[in-house]
């Protein structure tokens, strides 16, 4: 995995005037920005991909459309459209994507891996088959297209739940309640 370049945020959110490798954040459990994108069909599917055998964290997973760390100087709307032509492949533009709110979240996916970040949300409506969009294998192996109310029964079953990383019931409530008010 590619090593970058945050800013370092303190524990509201305020830029502390650091800049770190993404690495050493994680290290030292600095807090740090992050975008992520969901994005949904007019079919009331959402899409997810799941994340390179090899990731770091949660390797194997099925996850968020698109998600990236924001880079040092970086705005959150430039860094999601940056992400999303990375790891998919499609071109969107600011007009494409509804910012839905940061949401902040700290997890210690795996020991001495401290993963504290404010998430910058964005929604988005796919209007183009997941079959057309170009995978970066580094990060994404797969994507799928699921209805929201399977995914909503998904993570209410411990066993199901198991294959999707483990954002908290407040973050996936928070979105996919989001998702249903623009379908």
Request: proline content about 3%; hydrophobic content about 35%.
């Amino acid at each position: 995995m590619i090593d970058e370049l945050i800013d370092i945020l303190d524990e509201t959110g305020e830029f502390t005037g650091e800049v770190k490798l993404k690495s050493e954040a994680h290290q030292l459990g600095l807090y740090h920005a992050s975008v992520h994108i969901w994005f949904f069909t007019d079919l009331g599917e959402i899409v997810l991909q799941k994340r390179a055998d090899d990731k770091d964290t949660y390797p194997g997973l099925w996850d968020i459309s698109v998600a990236g760390h924001i880079g040092t100087g970086e705005t959150p709307e430039d860094s999601a459209i940056r992400e999303i032509k990375e790891e998919i492949g499609l071109s969107v533009s600011k007009d494409d994507l509804k910012f839905i709110g940061i949401y902040v979240a700290e997890k210690t996916p795996k020991p001495d891996l401290y993963d504290n970040e404010f998430h910058h949300i964005y929604i988005s409506c796919l209007d183009v088959s997941i079959k057309t969009l170009t995978l970066q294998e580094e990060e994404v192996s797969d994507l799928i297209l699921i209805q929201v109310d399977e995914f909503k029964d998904i993570l209410q079953d411990p066993i199901k739940r198991k294959n999707y990383v483990p954002h908290d019931k407040a973050y996936y409530t928070f979105i996919l309640k989001e998702i249903t008010n623009q379908l």
